[in-house]
């Protein structure tokens, strides 16, 4: 066992324990914290077990917040700190499931039926920090060691129970690197498609954390293998096998090419860029058409932003991030022509919000393929170029409306028109002056309307 690292939370953990354990309650860290400490990781989050009842935990503390008291969960505070907490659970035992999700009862007891109601051996162990003893009713120890992701007790009845479960089996053999036992990966193959009865905010928890770390395509590929993936996202079920032109796409089909480009993601990554490369070509397998002289995807940019917007909703993704993955899928494919772009349309492009992201996935999309990163680098010479002299991305227009009215142009649609069209000429470096600015308007009120 390796130290436990000495940063704020790990001290508030031993606080809570001690004082706890002072009190006269058996109390131990537990599940995934204990699995991150005996691999090497740093844990996100303590949780802690204990024999004190929630209410005796509520006494126990001065600052503390019941998140789930009928479960028996109390979030303990830190006195000066407050964003800083821990979670104090009550050992207990699940009582029934009937909604295939949660226990319609519990009832608190020891430490042994505690790890028996987790969902895998690595998840279920308990560790002493006083001592470093670990506590493991349920060989998660030797399993850690192996590697390997196996349901407490048997495998079928603990998906029956919980089905997020399921989801969850492929999120920790991905993000830890570990195979799924041979019974627990049988039990989840032959059930996969229920995983449909767990609501779309727990199943979207559970892909935002597998796709946003290391070991993503491991576990689309597991989602893929076992059925889940059908149940979950057919769409991109929908991408293997679907062929793409050998002269743009040697790598393979549009599954292939996806995955490929998820193993290029650099992380800690956002979620926004996760989902933008994995949906990226989701409109191809829709779009394919190979009655010409070559397989062709015609607005496959365009269906794939529709598709990405039923999915994301589907998976109650924010809409913040629905619209920003839409909006890199709408213009992954801008990229080819960035280098013909007029100037104004480029440095417009370029204002985009996040446009460090499209950048990022258009880099990430032409590795995934024997794509060059020549029109990346223009545009990063084109961003310092602009970045040199912030006005020549966003100039201040010299002229207003007020001027437009006392030029003799009559308030209307056609105002905007005009300003946009200025914009352009000072993007384009053809205007700087107010006195520019008036020409170029006297001579497009004279042009006809559409002139601009
Ligand atoms: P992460 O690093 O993603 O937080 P974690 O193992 O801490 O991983 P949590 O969802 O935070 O996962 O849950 C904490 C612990 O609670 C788990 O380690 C496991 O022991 C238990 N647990 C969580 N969800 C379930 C579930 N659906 N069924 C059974 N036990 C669960
Ligand atoms: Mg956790």
């Known amino acids: 066992m390796r130290e436990l690292p000495n940063i704020p939370v790990t001290r508030l953990a031993r606080r809570v324990i001690a004082r706890l354990r002072g009190l006269g309650h058996e109390a ?22 204990t024999s004190a009842l929630p209410d005796q935990v509520e006494a126990a503390f001065a600052h503390t917040v019941s998140v789930g008291k009928a479960f028996g969960v109390i979030r303990v505070l830190d006195d000066e700190l407050r964003e800083l907490a821990v979670e104090v659970a009550t050992f207990r035992h699940d009582g029934p499931y009937l909604d295939g999700r949660h226990p319609s009862s519990v009832s608190f007891t020891n430490a042994a039926q505690d790890a028996a109601r987790r969902d895998f051996t690595i998840n279920a162990l308990f560790l ?7 506590h493991d009713f349920v060989g998660g120890l030797a399993d850690l060691d192996a590697r390997l992701i196996r349901a407490v007790g048997e495998p079928r009845q603990r998906f029956e129970e919980d089905k997020l479960r399921l989801l969850r089996a492929a999120r920790f053999a991905a993000t830890l690197n570990f195979e799924i036992d041979d019974a627990t990966l049988a039990a989840l193959t032959e059930m996969a498609a229920q995983v449909r009865v767990c609501s779309a905010e727990r199943v979207r928890d559970e892909l935002e954390k597998m796709i946003t770390q290391k070991g993503a395509s491991r576990g689309l590929r597991l989602m893929l293998q076992t059925g889940l993936m059908d149940a979950v996202l057919p769409e991109i079920s929908a991408m293997v096998g679907v062929q793409q032109p050998p002269q743009f796409h040697p790598e393979g089909d549009v599954w292939v090419h996806t995955m490929l480009a998820m193993d290029l993601i650099e992380h800690p ?9 994995l949906l990226h070509d989701v409109g191809k397998p829709p779009t394919f058409d190979d009655s010409t002289d070559r397989i062709r995807f015609n607005g496959h940019d365009h269906v794939g932003t529709n598709m990405t917007g039923e999915i994301l909703t589907r998976l109650k993704f924010p809409n913040e991030v629905i619209e920003r993955v839409q909006s890199l899928v709408a213009d992954h494919l801008r990229f080819m022509n960035a280098e013909k772009m007029k100037t104004s349309t480029l440095k417009r492009w370029l204002r985009k919000p996040h446009f460090d992201e499209d950048l990022e996935l258009h880099r990430i999309d032409c590795l995934a393929g024997p794509g060059t990163l020549e029109t990346w680098h223009f545009v990063r010479r084109k961003q310092a170029e602009f970045a040199a002299q912030p006005e020549s991305l966003r100039p201040k227009l010299p002229i207003d409306g007020n001027d437009l009215k006392q030029l003799g142009l009559p308030p209307g649609p056609r105002f905007k028109e005009l300003l946009s069209a200025l914009e352009d000429e000072m993007l384009e470096g053809r205007v700087a002056t107010r006195d520019q600015a008036i020409a170029f308007v006297r001579q497009a009120m004279a042009g006809p309307a559409n002139a601009s």
């Open 128 to 134: 002493d920090p006083e001592t470093s003893e670990v």
């Open 28 to 49: 131990l860290l537990a599940g995934g914290c204990v699995r991150d400490l005996l691999i090497g990781r740093t844990p996100k989050d303590y949780d802690i077990a």
């Open 269 to 277: 990554c956002t979620i926004t860029l996760a989902l933008g490369v």
